[in-house]
């Protein structure tokens, strides 16, 4: 499995669009990129996964550069809600992963008024 | 949300006692997770399950067991708790052929 790098920690101000990079140059043509984030105390929840195309859906985009060696997850208009520990993670689909993930230690962002 | 609950919410205990942590879902999902999460370390995989009697071990199975007979019950057995095992313990399913990973709130154990 491919190893991502997040910076450990990012603030945005509310209102603001919010964008997190994460590096994955060593992911291989079939891993797929996913975004969960944990608010505290509370379970990790799904954000955003995608493959080579960008994708966009009601919670977030995510750009993969064409190389797939690094990608950024935008949320257009942080909210205080958005205050939490985002993961990125590289991972291969199902099949004989048995949909594993293996999460690293994130990034914290903090979004201020 | 996912139909995933998780019994008990909050646990104490003493070192040596047997716990036993449950996951129920509502989701027919084949495959279930349980992960422990501790400060510095993340979330790290236990174990797993890909269907009713099939399971397998995560990253950090030591001192733990599971059981699956049934599709909608996820156990997770501490034989003989140790106080490296107080942690956040949460449960995850998943559909097959995914990633997406739905999770239950979590339980707090204590081993004191």
């Known amino acids: 499995d491919a190893k991502t790098t997040q910076p450990p920690s990012m603030d945005c101000a509310e209102g603001r669009a919010a964008n997190l990079p994460c590096n994955h140059s060593?992911?291989?043509?079939?891993?797929?990129v996913y975004w969960y984030r944990q608010i505290h105390s509370q379970g990790p929840q799904y954000i955003i996964h995608?493959?080579?195309n960008n994708e966009t859906n009601e919670m977030a985009s995510l750009i993969i550069t064409e190389d797939r060696k690094s990608s950024t997850l935008i949320l257009p208009h942080a909210t205080l809600r958005d205050t939490a520990v985002y993961y990125c993670?590289?991972?291969?689909?199902?099949?004989?992963?048995?949909?594993?993930?293996?999460f690293g230690q994130g990034t914290i962002l903090t979004v201020h008024p | 949300d996912a139909g995933i609950t998780q019994s008990p919410r909050h646990k104490v205990t003493e070192t040596g006692t047997p716990v036993t942590l449950r996951c129920h879902q509502t989701?027919?999902?084949?495959?279930m997770y349980w992960y422990r999460q501790d400060p510095g370390h993340g979330l790290r995989l236990i174990h797993y399950?890909?269907?009713?009697?099939?399971?397998d071990k995560g990253e950090v199975s030591d001192g733990y067991s599971v059981s699956r007979s049934k599709t909608e019950d996820f156990l997770l057995t501490l034989e003989s708790a140790t106080s490296s095992q107080t942690s956040v313990y949460f449960c995850?399913?998943?559909?097959?052929?995914?990633?997406?990973?739905?999770f239950g709130p979590g339980t707090r154990l204590t081993v004191l």
């Open positions: 995850a399913i998943s559909p097959p052929a995914t990633n997406e990973q739905f």
């Open positions: 060593t992911i291989s043509g079939n891993e797929y």
């Open positions: 995608g493959l080579k």
């Open positions: 993670i590289a991972e291969n689909a199902g099949g004989t992963s048995y949909g594993k993930l293996t």
């Open positions: 989701e027919n999902h084949r495959y």
């Open positions: 399950s890909y269907g009713v009697k099939d399971t």
